[in-house]
């Protein structure tokens, strides 16, 4: 185990509808690294989690509510997928704050599957080079973003990204690396 990421805070937001694996590799990872990570949500409580958007997955406890979240608690953003997790959070107002001022932040946000659709929402996709779950490209790029569809992992400054479950080794590693580099600037 390694502590490259001792002291960062992490906030995942999701709800109801988070892909299961989506959430516990990269928060695995993150947690291994050394990171402390914090659920957000929508609601108190528990969280449904799926398995391919149709299988009940078991839930995971909510640990502040995102509305009662300020970017300045947190070092990074972890924003999984699964349909209709980033589906009802583009929906809530705080939520979409949350993730266009975590943006505007310049502190790193990493997105997977159909995670992106939130950053649709905060309007911090244009301009911006990324993947994601086949499904919403068209979204990303009538929101103004360059889609790669042929990349595991695609790191943009600030932002990574990645297609979906298959390419979760590499989303892992990724964000581990990237937010290392954050939490740990080399200086020049």
Known sequence: ????????????????????VELDLPRGALQGAGAKTEILSLHP????????DLNGAGT??????????????????L??????NPDQLR???DAVRFVKDFMASGKPVASICHGPWTLVEADAVRGRRLTSWPSIRTDL????????????????GQLITSRG???????CA???EQFARAHHPVPG
């Open 1 to 20: 185990m390694t502590q490259e990421l001792q002291g960062m805070r992490v906030a995942i937001l999701a709800t109801d509808g988070v892909e299961r």
């Open 45 to 52: 409580g528990e969280i449904q989690a799926r398995q391919f």
């Open 60 to 77: 995971f406890p909510v640990d502040r509510l995102v509305a009662d979240a300020s970017v300045g608690d947190y070092d990074a953003l």
């Open 79 to 84: 924003l999984p997928g699964g349909t209709m």
């Open 91 to 93: 929906m809530d107002r």
């Open 141 to 156: 790029r009538n929101a103004g973003a360059e889609v790669v569809a042929d990349q595991e992992v695609v790191v943009d």
């Open 165 to 171: 479950p298959a390419d979760l080794p590499a989303f």
């Open 174 to 176: 990724t964000i581990v």
